[in-house]
């Protein structure tokens, strides 16, 4: 690496009007229970030497739960926790509820596993479509949120979505403080709607700015000072891909970083590690160039065709009838399917995973829950003849 990784720390922003100082490279901890416990903890270790302070876990795993509580001991102070409300772990799988017999020991749990008696920013989690939307603000689970809120439990309100209607109602409710937002170049140029396979399908129109609704969005973060942390900022590593990346050009990690970064409203952009080097890699943004931050030159000479609904490995998928890790086998697709031959060690990781796709019995319930619109099943097809089993 030219840079020397060493003498680089964070910059740290505002979170909106909430009084907190988050650094502007975060941590989004979903990939943590794939890792050694140790190692994980170390990572998180080792982010904080580095001036990370922000940590989103919407994960309701107990292991990495644990993770995350065991790397703050004793530093837990310098941490700003993103806990999720509605995330919760029933019979080993992640569970989407708004049920408060499942609610509330899942919210109980990251306090006790985490080692601490406060989170400071309770996400109110993921909420894509307006019927959801709804039953939220209007039932005991909103009453619970502001129960946490008030008896200091939860320091701040937030929100998370890929729905900019959702993020503006959000807004404006005035007592949500900031949002988990999904941000990039490609989503910014689709529009707002709770059909996902059309918020996710071709580029085939005038795809030349933002999206009207989104801008809305962080125009009125800006003028509200409701704080925007960001999710999905490298859409999964497909705008690193000239083959996968909807505009046909490669994105570096710095000029995603960047482009996030510099939306109105936003304060710090949540990247997933799995290594120290990553974490180098995110935090050199701080010293970097203006040429080697420079995404608009890649955007404006993109050919922008078509675009096809990409698994960013977000877990949302889950639960699966017969326990397929559904993000792990795109995965290792994905990983594989763009060499000639498949690599012996993916296909090693492949199988190890025990239950792969052809065990998948084409129920599709998966796909209602995926936030990009893919076409699980037909990829767990594509998958089991790649890979043979």
């Keep these: 690496m030219s840079y020397n990784a060493k003498e680089e720390k964070v910059r740290y922003k505002p979170l909106g009007k ?34 990370i302070n922000i940590i989103d876990c919407w994960m309701p795993d107990p292991k990495s739960r644990d993770i995350i509580g065991t790397a703050m001991e004793g530093n837990r102070k310098n941490w700003i926790v993103q806990g999720h409300i509605g995330s919760t772990y029933q019979n080993g799988q ?13 919210f109980e749990d990251i306090l006790v596993r985490m080692k601490t008696d406060y989170i400071d920013l309770g996400m109110i989690h993921y909420i894509d479509a307006q019927d959801d939307w709804d039953l939220c603000m209007n039932t005991d689970f909103i009453k619970y949120v502001h129960k946490l809120h008030d008896e200091g439990v939860i320091k701040h309100i937030g929100l998370s979505t890929h729905n900019p209607r959702i993020a503006k109602q959000a807004v404006e409710t005035g007592f949500i403080e900031m949002l988990l937002f ?7 140029m689709r529009p707002a709607t709770e059909d996902l396979e059309s918020m996710f399908g071709g580029y085939d129109g005038d795809y030349s700015g933002i999206d009207p609704e989104r801008a809305e969005v962080y125009r009125l973060c800006e003028e509200k000072e409701v704080g925007i942390t960001v999710m ?24 995603c970083i960047h482009y996030a970064l510099t939306r109105p409203g936003v304060s710090s952009i949540l990247c997933g590690y799995d290594t120290k080097e990553q ?5 050199s943004y701080e ?63 492949y199988e190890a995973l025990g239950t792969t796709a052809s065990a998948c019995v084409g129920c599709k319930s998966c796909e209602s829950r995926c936030p990009f619109g893919v076409k699980v099943a037909d990829r767990m ?9």
């Excluded at 979903?30 to 416990?37: A, K, T, Y």
């Excluded at 569970?95 to 509330?104: A, G, N, P, S």
């Excluded at 097809?381 to 089993?389: I, N, R």
Aim: charged share 25%; proline share 5%.
């Design 18 to 51: 909430t009084g907190l100082k988050v650094s502007e490279i975060g941590f989004g901890g979903e990939w943590l229970e794939r890792h050694d416990f140790d190692e994980s903890v170390e990572l998180i270790k080792y982010a904080a030497s580095k001036g």
């Design 94 to 106: 992640y569970v989407r509820t708004r049920d408060m017999k499942h609610v509330i020991p899942a």
């Design 182 to 188: 999904s941000v990039n170049p490609a989503f910014d």
């Design 232 to 255: 999905k900022g490298f859409f999964g590593g497909a705008l690193f891909d000239e083959k996968r990346s909807p505009f046909g050009v490669v994105f570096t990690p710095k000029q």
């Design 279 to 283: 974490i180098d890699e995110a935090v």
């Design 287 to 349: 010293t970097a160039t203006a040429k080697e931050l420079d995404y608009a030159s890649v955007i404006a000479s993109a050919p922008m065709h078509s675009y096809m609904g990409q698994c960013t490995y977000c877990g949302h998928c889950k639960p699966c009838p017969v326990n397929i890790d559904i993000a792990m086998v795109n995965k290792f697709y994905d990983l594989a399917a763009s060499q000639e031959k498949v690599p012996e060690s993916v296909k090693s990781h």
């Design 381 to 389: 097809e594509e998958t089991k003849k790649l890979f043979g089993c």
